[in-house]
């Protein structure tokens, strides 16, 4: 059992945005819904908790209720092994209402904050200062992370 388990707060969408999720994502699933009883707080047809996996991780959703909102303060934070990776997953969580932030954030249509990293890009944080001075000035201009943009950046090419 996974001992830290992500809650992701949700209005009514818990059941809808956990399959959408769980599209996206090799290796994931939704493994248990419990609805709210007759008499409770919410409709009884009203998924109350969703419990699914992301790439063999466990998460929860819940339907809260309230006006509860995300910040960047706390994000899902996906390494990609490619860019064509980078580019689907951000086309993927952008449709429908999403929001592009910035440096690889964005917001999907449930307001849930995501940011879409190439891992390769770790690389770029690492060894010359003044290269890697380059790469981040370079990113900090990007919405969605270009590697070959930080990677050419990098090598002053």
Not at 8 to 30: N, R, V
Not at 42 to 71: K, S, W
Not at 116 to 144: C, F, H, S
């Amino acid at each position: 059992m996974q001992k830290i388990v992500t809650n992701l707060w949700y209005d009514t969408e818990a059941e809808e945005a956990a399959t959408y999720y769980c599209s996206l994502f090799p290796d994931s699933k939704i493994t248990d819904i419990q609805y709210y009883s007759e008499g409770g707080p919410r409709p009884a047809d009203l998924a109350m908790v969703v419990d699914f996996e992301l790439a063999g991780q466990r998460f929860t959703a819940i339907n809260g209720g309230g006006d509860y909102n995300y910040t960047h303060a706390m994000s899902l934070l996906v390494n990609c092994d490619s860019q064509d990776e980078v580019d689907r997953l951000w086309d993927a969580l952008l449709a429908d209402g999403g929001q592009e932030v910035q440096c690889g954030w964005l917001n999907d249509k449930y307001g849930v904050p995501w940011q879409i990293w190439p891992a390769e890009a770790n690389d770029l944080m690492k060894g010359d200062p003044a290269a890697v001075e380059r790469a981040l000035q370079a990113m900090y201009t990007m919405k969605k992370i270009d590697l070959a943009a930080m990677r050419k950046a990098y090598e002053n090419s």
